[in-house]
């Protein structure tokens, strides 16, 4: 997938014209068809993980919470971001993980429960935590659109989520027979979400990618590298550690690419680091996944 993402990528910013025919307006059912196919991939065993290991879970949460939108904010701050950069990458910061962090934590022999875990729980936390979060490190900088903000992550996150989770439970025979192409839709949705969003800012990509690809890089890695350090802090198990350090470090870039359009007005750029996340986390990811999978032995302690 990292190959593909790339590959799109590529192609919707140095030829734009390829993708400008994706309107920007489909973003928001674009990453509905993505939120959707991930609730058919749900059953209750992954929530109940929220009550067998809460510890776990909880202390996932708040780190997600905690460290991506502080180092966002710093980053910022740090490399003197213009406002709708600022606000794009503090954004991203404060979304939750994204689905792929548990496709990652398998590959690298974490523990996938635990991500699912997590990764559930934020995404449920997220319409509330999201705009709050963003509001309070955003405030005396742009414009922070909180209501337009909460109703969006309904739409888009949590609405086709549950009808997918209700479709998987209700009609368990239908989803099996199409649970193969499943990723296959999802990496179409996700690469015409980026292919949108690159074509019609490439220029304005142009005079600021360097630096918004720098930002989003250290952000990035300096959430993998946080969860790691919080997880041997804590003397989590090698499984747990990797589940932790990938579900930090990886975010739901497509959310902040969708939400940046209807939060901060007038801010086009705001939409260039979640693109640019969307593109580097799957790199990033698959070769961190490479890395872990040396290191410890997948169990859980």
């Excluded at 699912?116 to 955003?138: D, E, H, Q, R």
């Excluded at 549950?162 to 009609?171: E, K, N, P, Q, R």
């Excluded at 918004?212 to 041997?232: E, R, S, T, W, Y």
């Amino acid at each position: 997938m990292a190959l593909i993402v790339l590959a799109v990528a590529a192609l919707a910013l140095f030829v734009p014209k390829s993708a400008l025919w994706i309107d920007t307006g489909w973003i928001n059912y674009l990453l509905m068809v993505v939120m959707f196919g991930m609730g058919m991939t749900l059953n209750p065993k992954d929530f109940a993980v929220l009550f067998q290991r809460p510890k776990d879970i909880l202390v996932g949460c708040a780190a997600q919470f905690v460290i991506m939108p502080l180092l966002a904010f710093a980053l910022g701050k740090l490399f003197q971001l213009d406002p709708a950069l600022m606000a794009g990458v503090v954004l991203v910061g404060t979304c939750p993980g994204g689905t792929a962090s548990n496709v990652i934590t398998y590959l690298s022999g974490g523990d996938v429960a635990l991500s699912v875990g997590m990764t559930s729980l934020n995404t449920l936390l997220a319409p509330i935590l999201t705009p709050a979060l963003t509001y309070l490190l955003l405030d005396t900088t742009v414009n922070v659109d909180v209501w337009a903000m909460f109703w969006n992550i309904l739409q888009v996150i949590l609405v086709p989520i549950a009808l997918g989770f209700v479709i998987h439970h209700f009609f368990e025979k239908f989803t099996k027979r199409v649970a193969a192409a499943l990723p296959a839709v999802s990496t179409i949705a996700i690469c015409l979400i980026l292919a949108s969003v690159l074509s019609h800012n490439a220029e304005k990509i142009y005079t600021c990618g360097a630096l918004a690809l720098c930002v989003v890089i250290l952000h990035n890695l300096l959430g993998f590298a946080c969860g790691f350090g919080l997880g041997k802090l804590l003397r989590l198990s090698p499984a747990k550690i990797k589940a932790l350090s990938i579900e930090i470090g990886m975010q739901n870039s497509g959310l902040a690419t969708s939400l940046a359009g209807k939060a901060f007005s007038g801010l086009a750029m705001a939409t260039v680091p979640g693109a640019i996340f969307s593109v580097w986390h799957n790199i990033s990811g698959a070769v961190l996944a490479g890395i872990y999978r040396k290191w410890g032995n997948g169990t859980e302690s």
